[in-house]
């Protein structure tokens, strides 16, 4: 019995219906989880202050209206607390990006990804026991070395003419060069440009910037810290998958969990209202959600939420996590150390990390992972692909739609989505807040440093969109499953 209700656990996403009048979640019969605690916070030593923007309007939540006869225009979501220190603008190119999770990656062959536009080929250097990432252009005609291969002397070898390179991106060999000539390899032209690569919590990591200076940059700045896929009392099971739509649309619809019902209708399970207030609502379960932004700076926010608490590390994390018993440090924004976050917890938790990953206009990529310290044996036993299935049908089930949405915020403008986009309810408080960050700290937009004229690319049929078999939009996709009738396999309920 124990095992039947850890499975159903996890094999479902669980939103529970509100009693009339109550915007609160109801309490979850299994599993039997708390609240989380406030989150460990990454931005104290700053000037604080109310914000004062005209988006976020501060008797927003804390003072609310009185009701009256005339509608009145409502206020989106306040942010409860900005942070400021003169005109912040975020650096995308002075950060850490995840590039693709060790279990999806190959060490015989080379791999082609793209991250902030950048285009990389992810490799194995078994002469050095590390991962590597290299610009994915060989000096000597451009082609792309991820087509190339890694020949009998462990070095990434380019497969239109030969030349090959170590794991400092320096060029050992070129066949066409006479063995009694000049040491042309040696020239600093035929050198690759490599980027500081690091393995942090079983994912490649690197600095999108190959000058010399950064080669120890991880001594200096570490790539964020997930307490939850640090911990070894935790599952660790990932996923990743490249999808059609842009890098912001991408972090907004994860920070939406009103949508679930609606969105995902029939694939996520959800707590349905009681009977006799069935037709005071929709069949899908709909009910206010009681959210807030509590703090916002340049590397992100944290927010409460009705089923614990969220927090965006700029530019690519979003969390929701469990923490049943917050120490005093915890709920006074002290940061944990590794060695702290590493002690086996005896209490059931779990979270959900969503890393989203800026591709280029219109594209992104996100790596999930849905760690828990519960029930860690049914990973041993259940395929992997049976939880990829359920998730890639997830995230088919909105991608057409989002794909159409990001085309008209594009229209409007994305530092006007605040005036596009009506948002007076406080499930939309995420939302907000991320848009409020975008905006101000990166300008509504991804620096692609010119690589791109701004435009998204041309929408396809719809049938072409979703067709991850053929993979005819996304090249080398992570994925390509047929449909399935599989649900789901994380949990998304109520925190006692």
């Excluded at 080379?110 to 994915?136: M, Q, S, T, Y």
């Excluded at 008209?408 to 986009?421: D, H, L, R, S, V």
């Excluded at 993979?471 to 994925?479: M, R």
Aim: charged fraction near 25%.
């Amino acid at each position: 019995m124990e095992a039947l209700t850890i499975s159903s656990s996890v094999l479902s996403l669980n939103f529970p219906a509100a009693s009339p009048g109550d915007t609160h979640i109801s309490k979850p019969k299994s599993p039997n989880f708390r609240c989380f605690p406030e989150p460990i916070s990454s931005f104290r030593g700053r000037l604080t202050h109310r914000s004062k923007s005209k988006l976020f309007p501060s008797n927003a939540i804390s003072s609310p209206s009185p009701p009256s006869s005339v509608s009145a225009e409502p206020s989106p979501p306040e942010i409860e607390e900005e942070v400021a220190v003169g005109e912040e603008k975020f650096d995308w190119y002075a950060q850490w990006y995840p590039v693709m999770p060790l279990c999806d990656l190959d060490k015989r062959v080379p791999h082609a990804k793209k991250v902030l536009g950048i285009d990389v080929v992810v490799w194995w250097d078994r002469n050095e026991n590390a991962w590597k990432v290299f610009d994915d252009m060989c000096p000597h005609r451009l082609a792309p070395l991820s087509e190339g291969r890694i020949d009998q002397s462990g070095r990434l070898q380019c497969v239109y003419h030969g030349w090959c390179f170590d794991g400092s991106g320096n060029c050992k060999l070129i066949p066409q060069a006479p063995l009694d000539g000049p040491p042309v390899h040696t020239n600093k032209r035929a050198c690759v440009a490599a980027y500081p690569t690091i393995v942090h919590h079983d994912i490649v990591w690197f600095w999108p910037n190959s000058d010399p200076q950064y080669k120890d940059i991880f001594e200096k700045k570490k790539p964020p810290f997930i307490p939850e896929l640090d911990d070894p009392s935790f599952t660790k099971l990932m996923g990743n998958r490249d999808i059609a739509y842009g890098y912001d649309v991408l972090v907004e619809n994860l920070m939406d969990p009103a949508h679930v019902p609606y969105a995902h209708y029939g694939l996520m399970q959800t707590r349905k209202p009681d009977g006799r207030f069935r037709l005071l609502r929709d069949r899908e379960g709909g009910r206010p959600l009681d959210f807030v932004v509590k703090k916002l700076d340049m590397d992100g926010f944290y927010g409460k939420l009705d089923m614990g608490i969220g927090q965006f590390t700029a530019p690519c994390i979003f969390s929701l996590r469990t923490n049943p018993t917050p120490s005093e440090d915890q709920v006074n924004g002290v940061v944990a150390s590794a060695s702290e976050t590493k002690k086996p917890s005896t209490q059931r938790r779990m979270a959900l990390v969503f890393i989203c990953i800026p591709v280029s206009p219109g594209y992104s990529r996100l790596i999930w992972a849905f760690p828990r310290n519960f029930g860690v044996w049914l990973d041993k036993i259940i395929p992997r692909w049976m939880f990829h299935v359920p998730q890639n049908l997830i995230l088919d089930s909105d991608l057409y739609l989002l794909h159409l949405e990001e085309r008209k915020i594009k229209e409007f403008g994305p530092t006007n989505w605040q005036k596009a986009c009506f948002v007076p309810t406080k499930s939309d408080a995420l939302v907000v807040g991320f848009r409020r960050w975008f905006n101000k700290y990166a300008g509504g937009e991804v620096d692609w440093r010119g690589k791109y004229s701004g435009d998204l690319p041309p929408t396809p049929p719809r049938e072409q969109l979703l067709d991850r078999y053929s993979e005819t939009i996304l090249s080398k996709c992570s994925y390509s499953f047929p449909q399935s009738s599989f649900l789901i396999v994380i949990t998304y309920s109520k925190l006692q």
